[in-house]
């Protein structure tokens, strides 16, 4: 089976040059892979680096050491050591990431918030746009809302468009920081039946679930991000 | 996006006698990029940007633009014809007051439609059709086509300063805190206008803000600049969200959370 994602020895501290530099180890020895179809967990306890490590798998945050290896436009490359304009293309086009909160832009409706992954990808609008309803549809968003920029929005419906966004385009790679968090139970099920298309689609799928019952039912693997903590030796 | 950079900038540097604008600054620029220059005043930003618009002669260093040709030119060897001709139809540039970019005694029309005749269009029904088209893209009413700017507001002068560069399909644009004196409501609205125009026409656009939002919204990569270095540089959300030099946490820590 291919394995779309390979994170292998990576190390990452803060410095706080307002705290007068000093130094804030978070994790080293951070090797795990997720293979094509399967859903990996990150576990372990709140703060100890979870979203994180995701947002490191990102590009989001850099890294002081090891590699993040992935497929993109049929090469490997090293995403730890990429430059911008490598990371936004596979940002594009190979690897999708739903966040814990949406950054909303003023006066961009919901929809075309949804729709924008599509159309960076030269979808023509209209499809695309036609794609986000169905998306925001199957996620119960009111339809009244559709139309308005998410600022205003609940937190869940906020995390619905979240969803309906990172869900929405084919990506070989998914990282999903919470994104049940906010929702209720009939939602919930709506995610957890995404995941397992996603799966049977053979995405690979990297996620953070406070839910237990939802990380029952999605979770193939679990890598206990405990492990590779500083913090577990000092406690 | 093709497989070359558009603008090469190579070891830029310009001092003012003794006392120092920007030193040794490199990067490239890549087709459909936005990259945002931030920092405090006097961190060497506005005279980065005006040496790589030619608005101020470098005192070392090269900036080499990709021709709609393909060929790559320096531009300091460059006549001042081509430069000019270069400025007026290839490029833009957004000033922060919008009087400085507009001409504030002729009607909106004229404004836009200026740099229409200057790629060679004469036809006056034509040229007056174009310029009422691009005042509807940046959301003025075309029965202000034949007011003067001065008669508008400052979010809607700087609409009309956007339009007035827009109008030739320029491939770089220039921005020097575009969003500056402005109401955040229009402010808001402007940004949202640009991030959209970007999008749709693809363009390239270099934009000098001390605006971390500004930044955040409408740049792929950022680089941060004080006492004329460029002292940190990378994709926008990573040096926003990771900064890694002294001075860009400091930055990234002042902003006022609403």
Known sequence: MPTPLVVSDV????????????????????????????????????????????????????????????????????????????????????????????????????????????????????????????????????RELWQLPPATFSGGEQQRVNIARGFITDHRILLLDEPTASLDARNRTVVVDMIEEKKAAGVALLGIFHDEDVRERVADRIVDVSAFSPRKVAA | MTDAPLLKVCDISKFYGARIGCRNVSFDLWPGEVLAIVGESGSGKTTLLNCLATRLMPSSGSVEYRMRDGQMRDLSRMSEAERRFLMRTDWGFVHQNPADGLRMAVSAGANVGERLMAVGERHYGNIRETAGDWLRRVEISVDRIDDQPRAFSGGMRQRLQIARNLVTSPRLIFMDEPTGGLDVSVQARLLDLLRGLVQDLGLSAIIVTHDLAVARLLSHRMMVMKDGLVIEQGLTDRVLDDPREAYTQLLVSSILQV
């Open chain 1, 11 to 142: 190390a990452k501290s803060f410095t706080m040059h307002l705290r007068d530099g000093i130094r804030l180890p978070v994790m080293s020895n951070v090797t795990f892979s997720v293979k094509a179809g399967e859903c990996v967990v990150l576990g372990g306890p709140s703060g100890i680096g979870k979203s994180s490590l995701l947002k490191m798998v990102y590009g989001n945050y850099a890294v002081d050491g090891g590699q993040i290896l992935l497929e993109h436009g049929g090469r490997l490359l090293d995403l730890a050591s990429a430059d911008p304009r490598t990371i936004l293309s596979v940002r594009r086009a190979t690897l999708g990431y739903v966040s814990q909160f949406l950054r909303t832009v003023p006066r961009v409706a919901a929809v075309d918030v949804v729709a924008e992954p599509l159309t960076a990808r030269g979808i023509d609008a209209a499809e695309a746009r036609g794609m986000a309803e169905v998306m925001l549809a199957r996620l119960n968003l009111p």
